[in-house]
């Protein structure tokens, strides 16, 4: 919907898939802008400035950066870690994001989330109870691993379950930003409430297409 404010180099900040004020009142539109506008390019920008010393990686798909972190020089895997997955996963975070009542679970995935959890019920309260408590800055993800099993776990600051020194790994297939900036506008504090408030703006067809690749 819009371009970038603050970018340059390889790593270019994606255009939102919906206008800033589409998730309101569960995401507001003040919220969104800054989230994108400044914290998202400011990840993208510098990412593009740590890699200036080896423009050679500006070619790369930043999930080969980040899944083969462990291989890049020395002096940038802190960089890449920290920005490259903050830009990795706000790009990531916007696509399983959708206005509320534009994509309803399927039956098709809400016998999967039952397979996997029990019921919806338990899935959505493991869930929150993870993004809960998962201490300062960071995510909560539910991932597909290496068995097809869905899984939930946090990962601290912009680490994310692609990143080789997790000790948990797997796809995302959906995500949640915990970070203060995500809903301190309108939820201060209340961390829960805003965890309660995604369940209503998720793209779960989008959720079901990642489960099923
Ligand atoms: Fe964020």
Avoid at 107 to 126: H, M, Q, R, V, W
Wanted: hydrophobic share 40%; net charge neutral; aromatic share 16%.
């Amino acid at each position: 919907m819009t371009s970038s404010l603050l970018c340059f180099g390889q790593y270019k900040l994606p255009n939102l898939p919906f206008k800033y004020n589409a998730l309101e009142p569960y995401i507001d539109s003040t919220t969104m802008y800054i989230h994108y506008n400044f914290h998202h390019a400011a990840y993208a920008s510098n990412l593009n400035k740590a890699l200036e010393k080896y423009p050679e990686f500006y070619k790369k798909d930043i999930l080969e950066l980040i899944q083969d972190m462990d291989v890049l020089p020395a002096d940038i895997q802190t960089a890449v870690r920290n920005y490259g997955g903050g830009y990795y996963n706000h790009s990531f975070f916007w696509t399983i994001l959708a206005p509320a009542g534009s994509a309803n679970m399927s039956p098709k995935l809400e016998k999967i989330l039952i397979d996997n959890f029990g019921s919806i019920d338990a899935f959505k309260a493991d869930f929150e109870k993870a993004a809960a408590n998962r201490f300062g800055s960071g995510w909560a993800w539910l991932i597909k691993d290496d068995s097809g099993k869905l899984r939930i776990i946090t990962t601290p600051n912009q680490d994310n379950p692609l990143m080789p020194m997790l000790k948990i790994k797997g796809t995302p297939v959906l995500t949640l930003d915990v970070w203060e900036h995500a809903y301190y506008l309108k939820y201060q504090n209340k961390r829960m409430a805003y965890i309660k408030a995604f369940w209503n703006v998720v793209n779960w067809t989008e959720v079901e297409r990642l489960i099923g690749k």
